[in-house]
């Protein structure tokens, strides 16, 4: 599919902004009617009574019964018809699989090419390290390390799938055992990092081709199963217990920022979205997120990106304090989404945010 000519059938002033009913899909949807667009929602049947409490919000509903409908001939369709734009959000490939993702026949705001990238860990770290952007260190299994590191799976998704190791040889260990269950196929595929210890800050950017900035539009903590919750349980009994932390996200905590770290924060952004631009072009359109660990030095690394909407953003659905400062009104990153859409179609520019 060529997006122009996919647009070449489309009426630009009636654009239709489309996404699964899931994780940031409210935000979005509310941004989009802020901005004048139509809007559409593809949800399951079953959460379709929830969505449907929202139906101010929403001009049309594709029901399915499995998120890799997404991609038949009927629900492609049917969003063509209503001139749709399709935004992905950070549960979107893990909904409707890589294939579908990356060949979905829809104009996409956002790099189609970086699914790949995010769906492989050692292509993520790669790709940060280019960038200039201070990573963990890592390791393959069976190389020597000191100090602890978390284990993560290929296909670990939100937490699940990591696990935190003392010892080469206890990663041996575990992945020979994971092995023999089938849960691991291939070990050289599993990314051991260092374990960072500090405080997690996850930064929301948004990067605007047609205005040719980086914006940061927020920040979040994550409330973490039970790794957060290991915290009211004391040192001690806790080791008594054998207790593992997983690191299953439960919600978000909103975060400012010191002031003074605001300048490195954005240098970040912009090494990341020149990375993307040079790697994969045309570049990042649009929002992502750089996960990071603030260590007591004030020192960033960075052990993880989404090049996609992060459901953080959710806390900032009136605005962030940062997307105030640069737009005076209430600019979620759903709505960000659909002022740089209405600026890309009053511009003649809709090509430039669409992959
Ligand atoms: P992710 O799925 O990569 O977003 O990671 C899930 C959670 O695992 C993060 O929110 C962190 O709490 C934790 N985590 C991941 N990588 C590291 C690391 N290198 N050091 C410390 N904690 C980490």
């Known amino acids: 599919m060529y997006v122009e000519d996919v647009l070449g059938e489309y009426e630009l002033d009636r654009l239709t902004i489309a996404t699964l009913a899931s994780h940031s899909s409210l935000q979005i949807v509310h941004g989009a009617k802020a901005e004048g667009f139509r809007t559409a929602l593809v949800a399951l049947r079953d959460r379709y009574w929830f969505y449907g409490q929202f139906s101010h919000l929403v001009d049309r509903f594709v ?4 998120w890799r409908e997404l991609c038949s001939e009927r629900v492609v369709g049917e969003l063509r018809r209503l001139y749709s734009v399709f935004v992905p959000h950070g549960s979107y490939v893990e909904y409707v699989g890589l294939d579908c993702a990356t060949s979905l026949p829809l104009p996409i705001f956002g790099l189609r090419s970086l699914y790949g990238v995010e769906a492989d860990q050692w292509a993520k770290v790669a790709l940060l390290r280019e960038a200039g952007i201070p990573v963990p260190r890592v390791y393959r299994v069976g190389e020597d390390f000191e100090g602890v590191v978390i284990a993560k799976l290929p296909g670990a998704k939100g937490g699940r799938g990591y696990f935190v190791v003392r010892s080469p040889q206890e990663v041996t260990q575990r992945i020979e055992s994971l092995v023999r269950l ?8 599993v990314l051991l990092q260092e374990y960072l210890v500090g405080v997690t800050a996850y930064f929301h950017y ?4 047609i205005l040719g900035r980086t914006e940061i539009l927020g920040a979040d903590v994550r409330y973490e199963s039970d790794v957060d919750g290991l915290r009211r349980v004391p040192v001690a009994l806790s080791l008594e ?28 952004g912009v090494r990341f979205v020149r990375i993307t631009q040079e790697k994969l072009p045309p570049g990042i359109v649009g929002p ?15 052990f993880e990106f989404s090049g996609r909407i992060v459901a953080g953003t959710n806390l900032y659905v009136d605005g962030s304090p940062y997307s105030y400062l640069y737009w005076g009104e209430p600019m979620s990153t759903g709505r960000r989404i659909a002022r740089e859409l209405r600026l890309a179609v009053e511009r003649g520019q809709l090509i430039r945010v669409l992959t």
Do not use: A, H, Q
Not at 288 to 302: A, H, M, T, Y
């Open 206 to 209: 948004f990067y605007s081709p």
């Open 288 to 302: 992502f997120c750089l996960e990071s660990v603030v260590d007591r030095d004030l020192r960033i690394k960075v």
């Open 63 to 66: 029901v399915v019964d499995s």
């Open 241 to 268: 217990l054998g207790l593992e932390p997983t690191f299953t996200v439960v919600g978000n905590i909103p975060l400012v920022l010191r002031e003074s770290l605001l300048p490195e924060v954005l240098e970040l």
């Open 182 to 189: 089938g849960l691991v196929e291939n070990p050289n595929e």
